[in-house]
């Protein structure tokens, strides 16, 4: 059998697939939200086939097909409101689509100088939007923002210890310590850890009654470092938590950074996004003086899973953090002094990552993004309306379409949060998340999805309604009802 497949084999399989593709996209909401969990019956399935027989192309993708559609959390679904995972706009999926058809390899800038060129295009007009200034504006694209948040501490490190890349942890002269929010991603505490400072330079401060980094014990705890000798590296904010959406004082925290000299990186994995509409950037007053920022496109901007974005306005921290030079990578185009992503970035051979957003917009432009963000903000404060209107409790405040919410009066409000997440995920009619806000269990709802819609909403706080009212009617074992 030849390797590849012939191209009547070719056109065949894509006449075959494209219209699955096409019904399951137009009709995502037709099916349960999350699947029933059987991890025998999943193993069984991806274990059906031992590889010792080739299969037939279509047969191959048809079982790929069913699959996806059975055991999957169905994260397009417009009664998915989980954890910043949106709908891929169109374009996007043809992007990754295209991408995969050429397969440009991005580690050298010869070799597809025209992806190269288009992700530093969108890096510069990003760091634009934020504030940053412009041509002078230095990132890649990522994984995601844990890979976002390793390059800043890498960065922050080599920024702080000019000797870093040749001596390492012998370059510090003292303990070097990462200050974030206990709120921040526990990217940052995988991040230190890799990089060798240890979970013990990362200094976790407080969050103020909002949920937000609490800047007095911030400035406290880094005159209290400096003054046993430590070294006060980096400072990450966030703009966005995981959790409650809370957004860090960052004007605030800007000021202490610079009084001390400290690195700021903001992690605005999530509500970076909000710049891109013109009501909301107060929202992120201050992101504007940082080092550096992460930013996911995938969280907020509906491009497929696998693409963030690492952005600084020091434009030669990143081949000072990340350069070297190899006699096996290509050497065409030297004379046009190219920057060859290998030598600046912590990723070596990678995907063309960035065309995902760029063909969305080529296609929606900055004003389509701006109304899609718009549209979430818009149904998250409905979302808080209608939930307040029959009884429950807003457990965060946040202006981004997140609603962490419980009711009053329970015995066991952690119990009772989770009583009513296990049905409605089992329901496969929405889903929902637990995030334990200053301490207590409570239901959580984010909104990222661009067709989900005010009727959608309603839907769910009648299946909350519905199964609250299941519940107090017949409470199982260990339930905790109303005192």
């Known amino acids: 059998m030849s390797f590849d497949l012939t191209p009547d084999q070719r056109r065949h399989l894509l006449s075959e697939l494209l219209p699955q593709l096409e019904d399951y996209y137009a009709h995502t909401r037709k099916l349960r939200v999350a699947p029933h969990l059987d991890p025998e019956t999943v193993r069984a399935a991806a274990r059906d086939f031992d590889f010792s027989t080739p299969v037939e192309p279509a047969t191959a993708v048809r079982v790929v097909l069913d699959n996806l559609r059975k055991f999957q959390v ?14 891929a706009s169109f374009p996007s999926i043809l992007a990754d689509m295209i991408a995969a058809y050429f397969n440009p390899q991005l580690a050298a800038w010869s070799h597809s100088p025209f992806a190269a060129e288009v992700e530093r295009y969108l890096v510069s007009a990003y760091g634009t939007r934020f504030g940053f200034p412009g041509e002078l504006t230095d990132g890649t694209f990522t994984s995601g923002g844990a890979e976002a948040n390793l390059t800043a501490v890498c960065c922050a490190i080599n920024h702080r210890f ?25 990217s940052v505490v995988k991040a230190a850890r890799t990089v060798g400072l240890g979970l013990d330079a990362v200094a976790e401060i407080a969050a103020d009654e909002q949920l937000r980094m609490s800047v007095p014990k911030l400035r406290q705890r880094i005159v209290a470092d400096r003054e046993a000798g430590k070294i006060p590296v980096l400072v990450v904010a966030t703009a966005g938590t995981t959790g409650t959406a809370a957004i860090d004082r960052l004007a605030e925290i800007a000021d202490v950074c610079r009084e001390y000299d400290v690195w700021l990186h903001v992690d605005a994995a999530f509500g970076g996004a909000a710049v891109l509409n013109d009501e909301y950037r107060d929202w992120l007053h201050g992101i504007e003086r940082a080092d550096s920022i992460s930013t996911d496109i995938h969280k907020w901007l509906s491009v497929p899973m696998g693409t963030g974005m690492f952005l600084t306005r020091h434009p030669a921290i990143m081949e000072k953090s990340f350069g070297t030079a190899a006699a096996y990578m290509p050497r065409e185009g030297k004379e046009y002094k190219p920057v060859d992503p290998y030598s600046h970035t912590l990723q070596w051979s990678r995907r063309f990552l960035g065309l995902r957003w760029y063909l969305s917009l080529l296609v929606f432009g900055w004003e389509g993004y701006a109304d899609t963000i718009r549209h979430h903000v818009e149904l998250g404060r409905y979302l808080r309306k209608r939930l307040k209107k029959r009884g429950w409790t807003i457990e965060n405040d946040t202006p981004l379409p997140v609603v962490c919410f419980s009711r009053s009066g329970l015995s066991d ?20 998340s637990i995030y334990p806000v200053r301490g207590v269990d409570v239901l959580r709802a984010g909104i990222t999805n661009y067709a989900t819609t005010r009727a959608d909403v309603d839907r769910l706080v009648e299946l909350l309604e519905r199964i609250r009212e299941e519940m107090d009617a017949a409470p199982g074992p260990g339930y905790a009802g109303t005192t």
């Open 74 to 87: 169905h994260v397009p679904h417009p009664m998915y409101y989980g954890l910043y995972n949106p709908r």
């Open 162 to 186: 000019s000797d870093y890349s040749r001596r390492g942890f012998r370059a510090f002269g003292g303990d070097p310590v990462v200050y974030c929010s206990d709120q921040a991603h526990h």
């Open 413 to 432: 409000p952690g119990a009772y949060a989770h009583g009513i997440c296990a049905r409605i995920v089992a329901s496969g009619e929405a889903w929902l």
